[in-house]
């Protein structure tokens, strides 16, 4: 088989529907089965996935870690869809002054982006799949 | 030929009678997460318009305990299987 | 008033397959999935994107007229629906069961679409070369 | 004598039965969000098993297009008529 | 084997009513509702009130022997059930529709249930002065 | 009719449900009915409702304002459950320094509390109403 290049569109909050952990764990068989992981996109309850702050007791994944991982490893670029995360909650800390918060929520390799970004990853990529709740 | 994902249990009916609207002959279903227990023999009905061209996730089955319980018509992949139906199919979508 | 079952449905997808195919499965207010996926519309058409849209299941009530905002003055979809047009998203698809198990007739409806029979939904799917559900 | 909540549409039909396994000869049904597509006439069959016992939120069902389609056989009640509702039954369950 | 069908089915509910009941819809694994429900009636339970569980729909599931762990290590809810009898909750029922349809015998769960019918479920919802639904 | 006492219990994240709407709307009809909303409990996915971080668009409802003017106006108390918090980054200052993070995403009237509080809300109060997606 011929390399080739996924992008992910993950809809699902963590800790709340199995399809978090099925989009992390179909992403490390990606990569383990030698293609590439260019984008996973967060959308809808999904950009939860990217809190800075979630802290799962010791014995679960952590889902954020393990996108961040995949970013460190294989170079698979997080985006974040920036009008779903800012009504939730969801934003760095450049969103946050511009909003006047002191706090934030999502740190690097997590980026804020536009939902263009998706269409621009469906066009890119061999390959776009969906896990959603 | 495209791959559908479904991951949501027979009760879900609606989302079948949808998939099954979209599903063409040369197309192929893979059972995820809570469809799992579409296969087992008792909501063989759910998958009628689709027999032949079932599989479901081995990993999703196990955790539920239903994986001595499959009906003998749907193949069971693992995560590797998943992602050659990937390869092999162009396109994939998503059924919730 | 003009029943779809009146009309000649249509078994295979007349209209020229669009770049990306977005299929709508739910209702207005009750949920963000059909507002996400009319974003995903309108962005994809902006960016120059042809852009079709399927609705089945409950994402026929989308269409329906006399839609308002709702609790707390929570925006409604119908605003981007007629939108739709100043995108030049133009092919509007649904599933014809659907509309007939809703009892809807196009007299209900804000704008007119193609009902499709199951036949013409997988072709509709395979037609594309690129599909969303929401 | 319950006051039973339901917020999905009749597509969810695994909900609608098991509310049916639940619901009392004394119980009320309250219709909300999307549950509003019941009070449709071409939903009447997923109402069947709460006959005469059933309303539905006049808000939601306005933001829907729905305020002149509703059948006759349903109780239209504002938000306020859902408080009173609440008031004269002890008990609240929600389905979803 | 003892299927449900050969045992008598309680048309009423013989067991006391508890303080509380907690109704379980969802298959284990695929949403975190199952879980969350399990917590409330264990807390319930370990803050001194008689719990009652009720299995409805998917949520007889829960019950299935053999489970594991889930994807990437995700705990199931298998032991939260083999924990119930530790918080004395022993009083468990599951629906007779939910049971038949999904072809499930006595022998195919982890903790024996009472299974009932249509009129003993709404009997149960209405003997209980407090009721959660997961 | 005499004044009850209300508890709500709220599953639904915000602004990607109805449900999360329809707990403010009803909890709002409730003290204008001249009742008493003693207790408001999230859980599931509703603890997203308590960020202090959400920015909705300004022509949208603030959930998390709403359910703040609820507390100062009338009292009601606004209870996240810690478990369902933590794991989905829902947490104020002592939870996040104990986690080792510099950021929160909960503040004051908002409190992490256990599953405990849900079980005495629905003991104390004369109703509980559930909204969930």
């Known amino acids: 088989m011929p390399m080739l290049t996924y992008a992910l569109l993950l809809h699902a909050a963590p800790y709340s529907h199995q399809a978090a952990l099925s989009a992390l764990r179909f992403a490390e068989t990606v990569v383990a089965g030698g ?94 799949i969906t896990f959603a709740p | 030929m495209l791959l559908h994902l479904l991951n949501r249990s027979p009760q879900s009916l609606s989302v079948y009678r949808e998939l099954g609207e979209a599903f063409g002959a040369d197309d192929h279903l893979l059972l995820i997460e809570d469809a799992c227990y579409a296969a087992l023999p008792s909501a063989s009905a759910a998958l009628e318009p689709f027999e032949g061209r079932v599989s479901v996730l081995a990993e999703d089955l196990a955790s539920r305990g239903l994986a001595e319980r499959v009906s003998p018509a749907i193949a069971v992949v693992d995560m590797n299987g998943f992602l050659s139906l990937t390869e092999s199919h162009q396109r994939c979508v998503s059924w919730f | 008033m003009t029943t779809f079952s009146d009309m000649e449905t249509v078994s295979d997808v007349e209209t020229v397959p669009q770049d990306l195919l977005i299929v709508l499965r739910h209702p207005p207010h009750g949920s963000q999935w059909l507002r996400e996926g009319l974003d995903v519309a309108l962005v994809a058409a902006a960016f120059g994107q042809r852009v079709g849209l399927l609705f089945q299941g409950d994402g026929v009530y989308a269409l329906l007229k006399g839609q308002q905002a709702g609790a707390l003055g929570q925006k409604g979809t119908h605003p981007q629906i007629a939108m739709l047009e100043m995108y030049d998203i133009d092919t509007l698809w649904a599933s014809e069961t659907a509309l007939a198990e809703r009892g809807l007739s196009a007299d209900d409806l804000m704008l007119p679409v193609v009902p499709l029979n199951a036949e013409a939904v997988a072709e509709c799917f395979a037609l594309h070369p690129h599909a969303l559900i929401f």
């Not at chain 1, 802290?55 to 460190?72: F, I, M, N, T, Y």
């Open chain 1, 35 to 128: 293609h590439r992981l260019k984008t996973v996109f967060f959308y809808h309850d999904g950009v939860h996935n990217a809190s800075a702050l979630m802290s799962p007791p010791q014995d679960e994944v952590h889902l954020a870690d393990g996108w961040k991982r995949l970013h460190e490893a294989h170079g698979a670029e997080l985006l974040v869809c920036v009008a779903a995360g800012l009504r939730r909650g969801v934003l760095d800390t450049s969103e946050a002054s511009r909003h006047g918060l002191a706090v934030h929520s999502v740190e690097p390799p997590f980026e804020l982006t536009g939902v263009g970004q998706l269409v621009d990853a469906m066009l890119a990529n061999d390959r776009l």
